[in-house]
Nanobody, 128 residues
Framework: QVQLVESGGGLVQAGGSLRLSCAASGRALSYYIMAWFRQAPGKEQEFVAA????????YYADSVKGRFTISRDNAESTLTLQMNSLKSNDTAVYCC?????????????????????WGQGTQVTVSS
């Protein structure tokens, strides 16, 4: 098992930047595909970004491509989401997630049900 704790959320003006972190404990992070999801008030949960175990491949939602960067440091057991050029519609609770399966189709990376472990989330608010 792995336990996940997010940090780094806050209030930022539109156009600004934030860096979210997800600290993992328990089983080594290198076993897991990692991802960020978000949920805005009154909306369904939405995939943001995912990264493979080694960090070699990354996947992004079209809405954040070119603005957000997902990365990981397995030695430090940390997942990071660098968010630049933030917009008001990026306002949401951001959660990190870890998943482990024998194989992953590309479509799996953006599917919340494929992730076994979740953090509690950190609030990001972007003011316009």
């Amino acid at each position: 098992q792995v336990q996940l704790v997010e940090s780094g959320g806050g209030l930022v003006q539109a156009g600004g930047s934030l860096r979210l972190s997800c600290a993992a404990s328990g089983r080594a992070l290198s076993y897991y595909i990692m991802a960020w999801f978000r949920q805005a008030p009154g909306k369904e949960q939405e995939f943001v970004a995912a990264i493979t175990e080694s960090g070699q491949s990354t996947y992004y939602a079209d809405s954040v491509k070119g603005r957000f960067t997902i990365s990981r440091d397995n030695a430090e057991s940390t997942l990071t989401l660098q968010m630049n050029s933030l917009k008001s519609n990026d306002t949401a609770v951001y959660c990190c997630a870890a998943g482990q399966h024998a194989y992953w189709l590309v479509s799996y990376f953006s599917t919340a049900a494929m992730y076994n472990y979740w953090g509690q989330g950190t609030q990001v608010t972007v003011s316009s």
